[in-house]
């Protein structure tokens, strides 16, 4: 079993940055992708971004791609997720992931272990 706890989330005005944190307990998780997703109200819940297990590789939904950048600490089994110029439709409850391969995946069925997730509210 995996353990993931997020933290980070809070309220921003739009054009400011926040830093989202989840740390893993419960397992080696040291050849597993993890991710990051959210959810909107009254939206289904959507990719993100993702890193492999070394933190050498990553990829971006389009919509944050320039602003949002993955980030992980194997010793610390944390991934980060620091937005930047963040706007009101980034709004949504941000969630952890982790799924037990290797390879990257951008859909939410491809993880296997989630966070109870954290809030990420931008105002206008």
């Known amino acids: 079993q995996v353990q993931l706890a997020e933290s980070g989330g809070g309220l921003v005005q739009a054009g400011g940055s926040l830093r989202l944190a989840c740390t893993a307990s419960g397992r080696t998780l040291a050849w597993s992708a993890m991710g990051w997703f959210r959810q909107a109200p009254g939206k289904e819940r959507e990719f993100v971004s993702a890193?492999?297990?070394?933190?050498?590789?990553?990829i971006y939904a389009d919509s944050v791609k320039g602003r949002f950048i993955i980030a992980r600490d194997m010793d610390k089994n944390t991934i980060y997720l620091q937005m930047n110029s963040l706007k009101p439709e980034d709004t949504a409850v941000y969630y952890c992931?982790?799924?037990?391969?290797?390879?990257?995946?951008?859909?939410?069925?491809?993880?296997?272990?989630w966070g109870q997730g954290t809030q990420v509210t931008v105002s206008p």
């Open positions: 890193i492999n297990w070394n933190g050498g590789r990553s």
């Open positions: 992931a982790v799924r037990t391969t290797i390879e990257l995946g951008t859909e939410w069925d491809d993880y296997n272990y």
